[in-house]
């Protein structure tokens, strides 16, 4: 299947800074490109969902002006973590896809951040 | 809206055992559904699919899915687990809208 590169893997942080991650499609252009928060057994969140070159479309409650999701290019879109708290802890995770509802969506490896 | 309802968060079974995972859906038009997998420390994978057509989907390791409209269901089988399907496994679901959602997850754990 088609690689999607998520960087990095991990990351800390102290709090009040900001995280930038960054989600790419290796071999495949991708139209749209989720992002997702999973928390300890749980599901995966769906915090956003993005198509290039276009504003990123949130779920409710989450808050745009903390996340930050950039899609500037079929191949990357970045998730910035704003003013990091310790509860902003958790492992996102972003996927790509291809075509329309009905293709696959690739899955990046995750991101683990822990704000200290 | 979407949603994707899995009522097991555990199923724990012997090997060579039978296993079915559920998985129940809301969607108010056409829906497509998804089966993906998780495997120890992996990011998730797709395990299989249901786009339109035959019901019944199966994946190269040996697990099928029956889409069930009248029932909103899309539960996945194997007749005979392995210990290496031990992972957590995530039904969504697409096709209102351009998110894909998920369930909650299935943590399968297969013991020897």
């Known amino acids: 299947g088609a690689v999607v590169s998520q960087h990095p893997s991990r990351v800390i942080c102290k709090s009040g800074t900001s995280v930038k991650i960054e989600c790419r499609s290796l071999d495949f252009q991708a139209t749209t490109m989720f992002w997702y928060r999973q928390f300890p057994k749980k599901s995966l969140m769906l915090m956003a969902t993005?198509?290039?070159?276009?504003?990123?479309?949130?779920e409710q409650g989450v808050e745009k002006d903390k996340f930050l999701i950039n899609h500037a290019s079929l191949t990357l879109s970045t998730l910035t973590v704003t003013s990091a708290h310790p509860e902003d802890s958790s492992f996102y995770i972003c996927?790509?896809?291809?075509?329309?509802?009905?293709?696959?969506?690739?899955f990046g490896q995750g991101t683990r951040l822990t704000v200290v | 809206a979407q949603s994707v309802t899995q009522l097991d968060s555990q199923v724990p079974v012997f090997e060579e055992a039978p296993v079915e995972l559920r998985c129940n859906y809301s969607s108010s038009v056409s829906v497509y559904l998804f089966w993906y997998v998780q495997y120890p420390n992996q990011g998730l994978q797709l395990l299989l699919k249901?786009?339109?057509?035959?019901?019944l989907v199966e994946s190269i390791n040996g697990f099928e899915a029956e889409f069930n409209k009248s029932q909103t269901s899309f539960h996945l089988r194997k007749p005979s687990v392995h210990i290496s399907d031990t992972a957590e496994y995530f039904c969504a679901v697409s096709g209102d809208t351009d998110k894909l959602i998920f369930g909650t997850g299935t943590r399968l754990q297969v013991f020897p």
């Open positions: 249901y786009l339109s057509g035959s019901t």
């Open positions: 993005s198509n290039e070159g276009s504003k990123a479309t949130y």
């Open positions: 996927s790509a896809r291809q075509g329309p509802l009905n293709t696959e969506a690739f």
